[in-house]
């Protein structure tokens, strides 16, 4: 899985997720060879590599032995982690078409990874718990339709999207769709504390939090909901109910495309050319989950934008990991936390292969970008649930 070796990063994740659904036993080698897998030899699996145009190189026993040794010495900052089983992916979005493409989505099926799409009625139906790992589409969890008011408001599709929103909430027993969207959170929420994995990208990362931080208080414009907002809103936020953000600022004007203080898009001043983000490096014996998290085949990624670019890491709370930073800024880009039985991660950006995604552009097209580190990163998120449980250091 470096880049010297391998021709296909991605599809390589989906050769693992097929060998643990077809019984066969899997390790991931972590900082061995860009985070290279170790899959017991079968035909099937090499055809399928074939097929797919992954690399691998079959290895003897005993040189699968002498690597293992290798791994297992006190003095490599390595480790070999079991693959138990594949997990069951849900990705929570809505069943029609939007007017913009999710990553998570689009490289899961490159990556020829099944997953079933899964929204509002399923998870209010406590359907979450047949998954393992639930990714959270591009979404507004505070009932402010994407903060598009400004620029879209007149456009077909905010209009259809928003008489849709309103109708369902309506179906579901709620009268205001931010109601209904905060006890969709709530039973997010739920399912991670009782050992679920959730990963967020983009804008469902803050308004997910701030969704749980305003329980009980009306942050949204009469044009987002029919009456006003609650006075003097921004000192009853309870910051205590968040994952990952604290003592972030609310934006009030409606018009404004941005949720908070917690992203960094428009504090940031950096050019594309310099816009990078570095992994951290983490003890692989010691933190295996943060380990497993930033494998890649370099520790530098490129940057990219969204709604939500990255995060103001005075607003991330102390005990949240940071995996990806910016070192000029030192803004966060990645990071990742536990909340009773669960784990989250959070990653900035909107698509790790097109800097400045704009509403209405075409989708990425992944076979033209089949080693892409920023890509990588989601899908180490959507493999590690199958490791086996080792007790946590950090």
Sequence with gaps: MSSDNQNNHLK?????YFSLEAGLKSKWLLNFDGGAFLIENNKIISNECKVRGVSYLVISDAK?????????????NQDAVTLEKAPKIAVYSPKDKMPWDDAVTMVLTYAEIPFDV????????????????LHLHHE??????GRFYGSFRTTPWYIEAKQRAEKLAKTLGFSKVSQEKLAVAKKIRDYVVGGGF????????????????AEGVDIAEAMFDGDGSSIAYQSQINYNKTFAFKNYQLIRNPKTYE?????????????????YFSLIAFSAKWDPVP???TQNHTTLVKGFMGQTTSFDRSTVKSNVLVLGENSVNREARYIHGTLGKGMFTFYGGHD????????????????????SPGYRLILNNVLFPAAKKKKQKT
């Design 12 to 16: 390589a994740y989906g050769i693992v």
């Design 64 to 76: 699968a032995q002498l690597i293992l040794e290798e791994i297992a010495a006190p003095a490599s």
């Design 118 to 133: 899964v929204y509002d009625t399923e998870v209010l139906a406590d359907k979450l718990l047949i998954y393992e790992w």
């Design 140 to 145: 507004d969890f505070t009932g402010q339709y």
């Design 198 to 213: 959730m990963f967020a990208m983009c804008s469902a990362t803050d308004s997910f939090d701030i969704a749980l931080s």
């Design 259 to 275: 949720f908070s203080s917690i992203d960094m898009t428009r504090k940031r001043k950096i050019p594309k050319t310099s816009d």
């Design 291 to 293: 380990t497993m998290l």
């Design 352 to 371: 790790p292969e097109d800097y400045t995604h704009q509403i209405g552009d075409p989708k990425t097209e992944l076979d033209l970008h089949p080693t």
